[in-house]
């Protein structure tokens, strides 16, 4: 399989893992229209660095986000976005320093937009679940490279397509071939399970044109489906002569059969399923009714009447948040709700680490209220404008939008609103002191269980889990020490005890008695 070499790959390869663990600070909880310090949605919008906020979802979310759609920088070189799409932005300019060293200053910008692309796509592959599907939005600038460390990181065999996506609807000569499409490539952990689970859509307007009622069948509108079928595996029940209403005789032509046996055939007819052309001679046909059209598979071509275009997007924010919030680049809210529609179930997580302005959000909540889901939404953004546009957005399609017949009726729904805070280890390896007991217990608790974490009423217990207590005997002002005196305290019985401290003085023979395992503040404390 061809593999991608860049200036750089060698210091980012393995970066996901030095990247520090932060602690999510919840700023607000918005719950149908009221903002609150209060409650804890399970939708979060997280402001700040990407890379960091995917890394402090490890803990909660590994393996568990079901959908994951990303609209990363295309790496155009465009100087005056609101969303700054050049590679050459200060914050990333400093990342690449910091990561890559001196070597960063040869770096051209590919090999940049490569060395910041790689980290997240290994960290949004450990939060996929194994069932899970993630669409990542590109164009022609790094379609290409996109392609490879996509192949290398999920697994070449693990594509399951290339949807090319008709963002225009209008004819413009700017340039020589007018630019009208982008690409979404579709990775999934399991593809033969995709498969099975992905769901079909619901037919457009045009595909049900072709559906009609020609008869005045009293079951609604049908189309005509060809009845014959190439011979090749027929067997002789497929077969036969037909004679139409109208006295004429049918066989297939040469190399064709009969799609169905004289058996079943008969059975179509007598429930009135085989239609013979206005004239009651033409070739038989099958009749399909529109009704019992349960979807359509959906193609790699997704054209703009279809899914949305960029001027519907455009529009789309001006009617939420007014002109004033100009993105060239939105994505419109039908192309997001077609790949979760795609994608997930009523009870799914979706993540978008690129959030914008929110369309992920947008269209979750709007599938959420057509078919009575929960689905749950995790967006990331890290430009100052997450609380003023992006959480803002979602606040107005949960409450209503619009004025007039323009009136659009709000989702309902909730989110709670997230900025990255201290780092749970400081740089010398010590645990930071300021950050709360509750986010360290949480911590290690998952780092040990893969489980969420619900605070116990016993001191120092984290809780119980397969046969086993787990203690984390912490406590910034003092040294801890494991001994004797600690164990007359536990109250929980368990088969093997799992306890953390500065210090442990208890012999062997106690701890061989007892199943104690000691783990030592910090050094066991594993690191993600």
Known sequence: MPTLNWIGKEKVINHHQDVPYKILEKQYTFDNGLESDSGISENKIIHGDNLEALKSLIPEYEGKVKCIYIDPPYNTGEENWVYNDNVNDIKLKKWINTVVGKEGEDLSRHDKWLCMMYPRLKLLNKLLHDDGVIFISIDDNEFANLKLICDEIFGKNKHIATNVWQKRYSRENREAIGDVHEYILVYSKNPKAFKKYRKLLPPTKAQEKVYRNLNNDPKGRWRSIPLTAQAGHATSSQFYEIKS????????SEGRCWA???????RLLDEGRIYFGKNNNSQPNMIRYLSEVEGVAPWTWWPYDEVGHTD???????????KKNAFDTPKPVRLIERIIRMATSKNDIILDSYAGTCTTAHATLNLNKEDGGSRRFICIEMEEYANQVTAERIKHVITGYGEGDKTV?????DFSF????????L????????VSS???EEYVWYSETKSAFAKQTEEYLLGEKNSSAYYFFYNKDVITTLDESFLRKLKTKAQQYIIYADNCLLNKEIMDKYNIVFKKIPRDITRF
């Open 245 to 252: 209403p109208g006295g004429k005789i049918h066989t297939p």
């Open 260 to 266: 169905v046996s004289k058996e079943t055939y008969n």
């Open 312 to 322: 519907e997007a455009k529009k789309e924010i001006h009617s939420i948040l007014g």
């Open 409 to 413: 009726e709000g989702t309902g729904g």
């Open 418 to 425: 997230y900025e990255l805070g201290q780092s749970l280890f």
């Open 427 to 434: 740089e010398n390896g010590f645990l930071n002191e300021e």
């Open 438 to 440: 509750d986010k360290i």
